[in-house]
Each structure stands twice: as C-alpha cells, then as structure tokens.
C-alpha cells in the first residue's frame, strides 16, 4: 500500500460495522483529517481514539477535505448525508470527489452524480465485497463506477481499504457488480444454512459438517470465513444483519426487474430472509437463517405433498 507525496484530505461519514475499521486504516495512514456519524457521541469516541476531527454535520465534515467517503445502511441514509440538512452537498468543495461506497442502487447513484456535478463535484460508486475481518486487514476488494480521471485521483485512497480495485465502467458500474456479487453470497448463505440443519438433522454434529464444507467442493472463501457465525452464531458477533441483507435482496430483484431478467433464486432466498425478518430476525446476523429454519423444523407440519 502507498500513499501520494502530497497526502489527500479524507472525510469518512458512516462508522458501521464496516466503516469503523475503514476509517481507522485511512487514520493509520495519515490520510483521515475527520468523521461524521449520525450518532455524533460514535463519532466523537473513535475520533479521539484516532486523533481526527468529529464533526457535527457532513456539511462541515465536507468544508474541510478533498474526499469525502460515505459508507451507510441504504439509499434513505445515503440521501440524508449527501442532500439532506447540513449534508455533503450544502458544503462539498468545488473539484472534490466523493465516493459512495455504501450497497445503494445505481438509480440512486446516478442520482448522487446529478446532484453533485451541479455543485462542481465528482462521484464515484466504489462498493466493497468481504467482511468485517477483510475491512480490518485493508483486503477488501473494491468495485468502482465513475471517471478514469477521478478514480486516478483517489486510488492512494482506495489502496489504504482494499487489496483489489476494479473499475467497471460509468458512473452506477460499481453499484451494479455488488448486486450481482450479493447475489451470489446471499445464494451461498443460504445453501450453506440449508445444508448444516440438513446434516444436524440427520444426527451430524455441526462443527463436523462444517469442517467437511470446509474441505469439500462446496468451499468458498464466504464458507472459510463465516464458519464462526454459522457453528456458534450465539457467540459469533454480527457481521451483517438480516435485515439489511432483505434491503440488498429488493435492491437486486428491483435490478433484474428493471432489466427484463428473471432471478429464480435470488427470488427465493428474499423470502426465506423476509420471513426470518418476521419471525424475529431482523438484528441478527445473516447466518442465523440457519436457526430460522431449525425452529421452523421443529414446527408440526401441517400440510402434506400430493404425489401422482
């Protein structure tokens, strides 16, 4: 990893799960001049931890750096921060760029762009694909949307989150590939938790079918690096709550709409993750869809197959 000779300003809005560590490896490199979070006391804590800024709007955070960085729950947050009171877009110096590596929807990207070209700014969508863990390690892989040009200006700054940067095209490019990579995690989740209650269910000890998932064809890196969440998920922490993986779930079938493309599986794992989100879920980690259906095999069955 480097960084440039004459070191960007960065702002970073967003201290989640996976911004908190983000952020504390831009500080670490020296590139962090300060934060913003909805919950200010969040972010005056890790500001002080860090030794940065914490400021009380992202209008102010955005007076003061060359790059702003969001990276929030969903579209409504990403709006408050960009548009909203006191957001970026109030106070964004002119030939800034701003990078919106939240999981959005590229029509609100696209929006973000309008908004912010009006203002003299530049945004890239530069989603991110790996967990918490990768966020700590700086071994994200990275996915930008946007100009060349404004991509060539902040890459010092991407190097400091991840290990592999793709540029995917025009601006709603980056958007677009963590929707598709999304649908291939939530569809691996899902066929991972349905496979573990199988294998329980028939009288395997759990952490014995996970280490076969581990050593058999079926061994992705998601099913290495969530094996904790999925073998103890009363003791693993959350690395990503069901109920934003039910946002990303619409976000992407509202994508495969829009594109005339039907997407038979990511249309069933949004049900299953919209009834675990019902029946009490919602805050909990996505590998607890495994639990989701091990109560709902502990439920009476109450209709039966016909057979012709």
């Not at 800024?53 to 921060?81: C, H």
């Not at 700014?121 to 040009?149: F, K, N, Y």
Request: glycine letters at 10%; proline letters at 4%.
């Amino acid at each position: 990893m480097t960084t440039p000779d004459a070191p960007l300003r960065v702002g970073f809005a967003g201290l989640g799960l996976m911004g908190r560590p983000m952020a504390r490896n831009l500080a670490a490199a020296g590139l962090l001049e300060g934060v913003y979070n909805r919950t200010h006391s969040r972010a005056s804590e890790f500001a002080a931890e860090v030794g940065v800024g914490a400021y009380r709007s992202a209008a102010e955070l955005a007076a003061r750096v060359d790059v702003l960085i969001a990276m929030v729950a969903d579209d409504e947050a990403s709006w408050e921060v960009f548009a909203g009171a006191g957001g970026f877009a109030e106070a964004a110096r002119v030939g800034s760029v701003v990078v919106e590596m939240s999981t959005v929807s590229p029509d609100h990207v696209r929006r973000l762009g309008e908004l912010l070209g009006a203002r003299g700014c530049s945004l890239l969508d530069v989603p991110v694909s790996g967990s918490v863990a990768m966020a700590e390690r700086a071994t994200l892989t990275l996915m930008a949307g946007g100009s060349e040009d404004d991509l060539r200006t902040v890459e010092p700054v991407l190097q400091v989150l991840g290990a592999n940067l793709f540029h995917l095209g025009g601006l709603g490019t980056g958007a677009v590939m963590k929707l598709a990579v999304n649908a291939v995690v939530y569809g691996l989740n899902q066929a991972v938790a349905e496979g573990l209650v199988l294998a329980e269910r028939a009288g395997i000890e759990r952490s014995r079918a996970y280490e076969v998932f581990m050593a058999s064809a079926a061994a992705a890196p998601f099913v290495h690096y969530r094996q904790a969440a999925f073998e103890h998920p009363e003791e693993a922490p959350i690395g990503f709550r069901l109920e934003l993986a039910a946002k990303d779930l619409c976000l992407i079938l509202d994508l495969a709409a829009e594109l005339g493309q039907s997407l038979p599986q990511a249309e069933l794992d949004a049900a299953i993750v919209a009834r675990a989100v019902a029946a009490g879920f919602a805050d909990s980690d996505v590998a607890l869809v495994a639990e989701y259906l091990r109560q709902e095999g502990r439920k009476p069955v109450t209709a039966s197959k016909e057979v012709s």
